[in-house]
């Protein structure tokens, strides 16, 4: 599959903004399914100060300054990626979960050690016992990895509601737990709350979903939206994305930005701003497909 | 040679009578033979020798010189708060050169190793990749940075200095209570300490043959410089503000190096190089003396749910551009990270045995550290990264709040790595004064250790804090310091004076190079809350001698009153009779920190802004404020107002406020920060001389007019120039001249309005006019001298909306305008930063249909 991705963020101020540092993670970083073959970054007004970089995680950035007086700010990213197969490891067949926890006390190859970096809580994952609880309900001693996993993601999107009015950024995991309500980005730091709470190396993916309009209608522009999922690293495989508020196995309509421990690590765009007042902000994804690979 | 105690019967012998230091414990005055030790003869008998009244006058002078320099805990904590107080005893710990030898040469390897460990974690990780380390010691430890990790150009070296909190071992060798890897607290009190302590010694000190300490911050101050990427290079001690307990050693020591003192806001990034808000516009930053902790320096960089830091600050460092001592993310090493692991990595990477014991520490990342735990009492938890400074909150033990063990179980099977079980060591004695004698009190220490080109050098002393207790885990929290001296051995010369030489000429060019935006907002601010509150004092001063000269309350209740209600508007009192009113004015005036220009509440205002403008106050102006805020008898009395007039008091203090005055007047260089105290002063004289002369020329119910012109007249402080213009009673076109109009009364409206213009006119400005609000005040200023006294007042005579009350009125308004541009001219640099990454979370969508 080929996906152009369209991405654009307004903001506007009530009052003029002095200066303002914004940290970008909006270039598609490639993965073992993914390849970027296209990329462009428009910035109005254009920025003093623009350094493209790589993260602590790897994953593409650009540092910007706007250092002249501004009351609006228009960031668009667009992209094409190419998504390639994948070939998921049968689900009985991968190694008691207990494996995957132990490297947390030693890594024994480069990959253990990298997957260790993300078996902890996290400012925006904290673990309670509430929550290691509810993990622990699919997680029996001995289970494979990703049979449990798969049966944990499919807990959550049953049992939890989408419902974007019952949380906000600020809203901690064990209320999303109790209320059992939130959006993708809380399921995703949940779905890591249970998982590290048992020790498992989990990232949170930044990305994009294709969305299918209802039959009959048209696609409607700008309608497809930012979203979140996880990654869980299985050992003597690698990592294998889940998406808990789809109950899926991400395959070949999400889209990764970046990953990291949370939400924090790699927000698509991360702004420090003086001055300014009241902001408005809109947001407008298209994820078109252009053709199958 | 040494006698036992028994026997003693010279000038010691009184001293150290009954001293019995508990059993099983090291003492430092008396050796296992219960002789004392030779290190302390000579200073003992030099003490002995002062006799009492030469100790009372010892200790007199040293509380005198550390109250003077402020030094506390949390500085704007209640003076009369025994916590947030330093205690410091008059008796140092005295170590002998070979004592501290052994000690040196831990502090030294263990500065190394940790220098090792940070560059491994930061670079290759093969600590971890060798499992030597466990991850979860440092990816689940919220101290490591990951965003500083894997730098394509790493920092030449992490620590810059690195300090140890250490308790002696019975047998005389040391033991690690806890590593301040991350940025290490405390040699400002020390040497603040050590200041006081050897001003009060005198002789005492300087026969001692003492190690001095200065020859250490002179090498930090000359290692900060050589530290630098550039040569003309500026240094700021990045601090975390007024509200940290750390704050008063922080500002200390950035006074004593002549570095730029600055928070977090008064730095800013562009371009990948930090640069200074200053009154004129951002100056480049090139090296950081870090007193922030690391994990909190960068909203932006480092992913946090806190506010605060520099947006920018981890671009600057990763680039090379500013060097930070020490480098973002040592806190990963800070407290006990290292205990459990300290004796392999000493191997490992230096191929050494561990020279300093570790205080009895479990990580509780380990399966069976977790059961010990659970098994043998004694143990206490704590976080593992912690950062303990005297004055900081208390250390928590999350398990005994755990139902049971299967609770704590979990807790540490998922979140153990995070923690640290600490079992207590038991600590020495040393004499402490108390009542002229000599006391055992239990003691451990922090010491420090800085590092440049040459390698490693100790601090020689110590912040030596006193336990209540015979053992302790990490460092003994608010029970009182000491100081600790470090005898030079035979023949040893005292510290070079070289360094003494070189510092001083850095210290001089550096002096008033750059004024903080927020600086210069604090010294507006506190030029309008010392003439607020010396207002109020005048008044205040007018009530309370009519009270006593005029035979009490019952005589002119209305002018009393009236008086009262300038500075209370709607506060003042309204039950109760005039007389039960007045005495309720003065108790909110005089002792309530609630009314908004009440003497308490702009005497917290004057001690805010004196804090954060410390560093260009002079010394003296600085003691002047503060010994007005120690001052106790404004806290409430208790006793009758009315009964007891407190003048004396009030007097006190108008003399402090014009003692200050004089001192900014006499003292500071005629530079901005001066101008930014003087407009303050200015704007706010201007105001108040507004509110009395227009509530004092009017008519006044049962007040005759001489009366009320007179009170006019004592608190405008020109009854005197008055009189000898005039020789009648006062009336209003005289007064009003005098206080109005005559420019050469340095009381007058418009002497306020002249000097606040020209102030206005000599600040850095874009384009060739006049700013708003130079503006303002010179149309202000303009209109008074084209008036005339006798029009003024005539017209007041036939009723409202005279001259002088319509101007009263414009000139309210447009003097707090003035006072709201200065802001938006000259703060707006100081203004803080919002997040957006509240702005937009990722809500995602459910995919609908196939």
Known sequence: MIFDVRHRTDYSY??????????LHLEPRDTPHQRLERFELSIEPSPGFDDRDLDAFGNPTRTITLDQNHDELIIEARSRVRLAERELPSPLETPAWEEAAAVRLAATDDDALEASRYAFASPFVDLDDAIEAYARQ??????????????????????????????????????????????????????????????????????YIMTHPPAGQERLIGADASHAWVALWVPHYGWVELDPTNDCLPMREHVTLAWGRDYGDVSPICGIVYGGGAHDLTVAVDVLPLAAA | MALTLSARTDTIGALVAGYRPPDGHRDELLG????????????????????????????????????????????????????????????????????????ERGLVQRARLIEAVLGDLYGGQRLLRSGVLPPSLVFGNPEFLHGCAGWSRPPGRFLFHFACDVARDPDGGWRVLADQADAPAGNGWLLASRVALSQGMGELYLESGVRRVAGYYARMQAALQAAAPVDESRIVTLSPGARDPGFFSHAYLAR???????????????????????????????VVLRKIGGRFADPLNLSTRHDGGTPGLVQAARLGRTFFANALGSGVLQNRVLAAFSTDLAETLLGESLLLREAPALWLGDSLAQERVLQEPGWVTSRLAARHDPGSSDRHDPLPALPDDDARRRFLARDGHGWVAERPSLLPTTPGYREDRLAPVHWAMRAFVCVDEAGYHVLPGGLVRQSPTAETIGLPNGFGSKDLWVLREPGEVPAPSLFTRRFAQVHLRRTGRDLLSRTAEALFWLGRNVERAEAVMRTLRAVLTRLIDDGGPDRQPELLEALLAMHLGEERPLDGSARMRIAAGLELLLHDPEPMFGVRRSMDGIRHNATTARAVLSQDGWRVLNALHADRRWRPAGRGILAAPPIDMVNDGIRQLVAFAGTAAENMTRNYSWRFLDMGRRLERALQLIDVIDALTGTLDGVDEGVALTALLEIGDSYMTYRSRYAVTPMATPVV?????????????????????????????EGPYRSAEQRRVLALLTELQLADADQLTADREEGTGSVLAGFFARARVDLREAADLIGRGYFVLAETPTSTLAMRRVEGVGMVGP
Request: glycine share 8%; with cysteine; aromatic share 8%.
């Open chain 2, 32 to 103: 296992p033979d219960g002789e004392i030790r030779r290190t302390w003869q000579p200073f003992l008998e030099r003490f002995g020798a002062i006799g009492a009244d030469g100790r009372e006058a010892v200790a007199r002078t040293t509380a005198q010189k550390l109250q003077e320099s402020g030094i506390a805990f949390n500085v704007h904590a209640d003076p009369d708060d025994r916590k947030a107080a330093w205690r410091l005893d008059l008796l140092p710990v005295i170590l002998a050169a070979d004592e501290w030898q052994g000690l």
């Open chain 2, 737 to 765: 001249d005098l206080l109005a109009l005559d420019e050469t009364n340095p009381r007058s409206l418009a002497y306020q309005l002249l000097t606040l213009e020209g102030h206005l006119a000599s600040l850095p400005s």
């Open chain 1, 138 to 207: 699919s997680f029996v001693v001995g289970r494979p990895i990703l049979d449990a996993a798969i049966e944990l993601n499919s807990r959550i999107f049953r049992e939890f509601t989408f419902d974007a009015k019952a949380t906000s950024l600020a809203t901690p995991v064990a209320e999303v737990f109790e209320t059992r309500r939130g959006v993708c980005q809380d399921f995703s730091h949940l779905m890591l709350g249970c998982l590290r709470s048992l020790g498992l190396p989990a990232r949170y993916q930044s990305g």
């Open chain 1, 14 to 23: 009530s009052q003029l903004v002095s200066i303002s540092h914004h940290l």
């Open chain 2, 256 to 286: 004593y190096l002549g570095l730029a003192l600055a928070e977090a806001a008064d730095l800013t990034e562009r371009d990948g190089q930090l640069y200074l808000k200053t009154l004129e516009g951002l100056q480049r930053v090139d």
